[in-house]
């Protein structure tokens, strides 16, 4: 497949990227710095503004998939959604956040108490940013939310699936590395389960 990564030199993105370019896709790879971007097999790297969706829709143009894996904070749906569609590729894939992961009936994780006041605004964002999703008529979108631990790790290949639910092991613990969710979302493109709709990954 040809798919299009905006963020591609990023913590996930650049996980995304490497598990793109092992399964043989053609990737072209956005961030505003492309020297920063892994040379890969298959991979293009572009430069590329999220918040300038007039120059990035022509970077996404002929793309079988575009994948967006930039913070909340730094980026706009608006912006984002507008250029995947005035590029004419019908399938846009999230790298949600875990924040409006329900931990309750109606509850989302960033709703608790003890949610850290640092990751507050950007789980927020997140949170609306999936709202917005909901709201698009047309879009083929996905959201994939990582556990609350979203952290650097191992390429297990073995890891659980969920819908709306935080998804929390048997020791308590709510985590996915970079690497594992990479082959979720990967798996994900090329045998789509998940159309518009959120889902989450963890162990």
Do not use: C
């Not at 935080?166 to 493109?189: H, N, P, T």
Request: proline share 6%; aromatic share 8%.
């Amino acid at each position: 497949m040809k798919i299009a990564l905006i963020g591609a030199s990023g913590a996930a993105g650049s996980r995304i990227l490497k598990e793109l370019s092992d399964r043989g896709h053609s990737v072209t790879a956005i961030a505003r710095d492309p020297q920063r971007i892994a040379v890969l097999p298959g991979v293009t790297p572009v430069a590329g503004d999220a918040l300038k969706p007039d120059t990035l829709a022509p970077l996404l143009a002929g793309h079988d998939a575009v994948i967006s894996s930039i913070h909340f904070l730094a980026s706009d749906a608006e912006a984002l959604i507008s250029a995947v569609k005035t590029a004419g590729v019908a399938r846009y894939l999230v790298v949600g956040g875990a924040g409006s992961l329900e931990v309750a009936p109606g509850g989302a994780l960033y709703d608790a108490p003890d949610f850290p006041a640092i990751y507050l605004n950007e789980a927020k964002a997140g949170g609306a940013f999936l709202k917005r999703l909901k709201a698009e008529p047309a879009l083929d979108w996905t959201f994939l939310s990582p556990s609350a631990e979203f952290v650097p790790g191992e390429r297990t290949g073995r890891f659980r699936l969920g819908q709306d639910g935080l998804l929390v092991s048997d020791s308590g613990r709510s985590f996915i590395s970079f690497e594992d969710f990479a082959v979720a979302l990967a798996d994900e493109i090329e045998t789509p389960k998940h159309r518009r709709a959120r889902f989450t990954v963890g162990y």
